[in-house]
């Protein structure tokens, strides 16, 4: 396995559309992340999924960004009606289970940059 | 709610010189990660740090952790111009996701 990939690398779209981003975590890491950094600034958490369930969100999550890990493996990442303020990196990460059902180390994918005009 | 800080962010240093990058954070977590990001990548797992006095050490990096105190170094010995890069802590919020919260990172420029 090579790692957590992303798709696309870098998207460039114009406000008010729709994007959707893919992650396709390690392929035995039944934890799944989703994070955004904007220039400047460090990670900040978006939404966690364990397996297909999504167990936690981020209040700045809003009502424009929904994801989803159907089968519990790759997740997409939807953004509607997309604002200026969206342009960030948005980066994928996934864990598995330790022995005592505690998340391991976190392995980041290499990120979908997108650009709001 | 938990908060991490890094201090400083910002760290010009010469070659050859040594420096120690501080971070911070305000509630009980044993768990903290230091990364490193390269302009427009991803982040690089660097230490992972899971118990009060865990020290580790790659090449001219050492890190240590004191969760007594809340506290992590990142020391960097005989800098060299190759870890010019942007320096994360991030620390594992201790709940049932595991997420993790980061610093604001440190740039550091080695100058020759």
């Known amino acids: 396995d090579t790692g957590v990939s992303q798709n696309p690398r870098h998207k460039i779209t114009k406000r008010g559309q729709n994007v959707t981003f893919r992650c396709d975590p390690i392929?035995?890491?039944?934890?799944l992340y989703w994070y955004r950094q904007t220039l400047g600034q460090g990670p900040e958490f978006l939404t966690y999924?364990?397996?297909?369930?999504?167990?936690?969100k981020s209040r700045l999550l809003s009502d424009r960004f929904s994801a989803e890990r159907p089968k519990g493996s790759f997740s997409t990442l939807e953004i509607q009606r997309t604002e200026q303020g969206d342009s960030a990196m948005y980066l994928c990460?996934?864990?598995?289970?330790?022995?005592?059902?505690?998340?391991?180390?976190?392995?980041f994918g290499p990120g979908t940059r997108l650009t709001v005009t | 709610e938990l908060k991490v800080e890094q201090n400083p962010l910002f760290l010009s240093m010469q070659e050859g010189k040594n420096y120690t990058i501080y971070c911070n954070y305000s509630?009980?977590?044993?768990?903290l990660y230091w990364y490193r990001q390269d302009p427009g990548k991803s982040l690089e797992s660097l230490f992972v740090?899971?118990?009060?006095?865990a020290v580790k050490q790659e090449g001219r990096l050492m890190a240590s952790l004191d969760t007594k105190a809340r506290l992590s170094t990142l020391h960097i010995t005989a800098a060299v111009h190759d870890l010019s890069a942007t320096y994360f802590c991030a620390v594992d919020d201790g709940g049932a996701t595991n997420k993790l919260i980061f610093g604001t990172g440190t740039l550091l420029a080695v100058q020759p």
């Open positions: 990460a996934s864990s598995s289970h330790r022995s005592d059902f505690t998340g391991s180390e976190q392995y």
């Open positions: 999924f364990q397996n297909e369930a999504q167990l936690e």
């Open positions: 509630t009980t977590s044993d768990r």
């Open positions: 740090l899971l118990s009060n006095g």
């Open positions: 392929s035995e890491h039944n934890r």
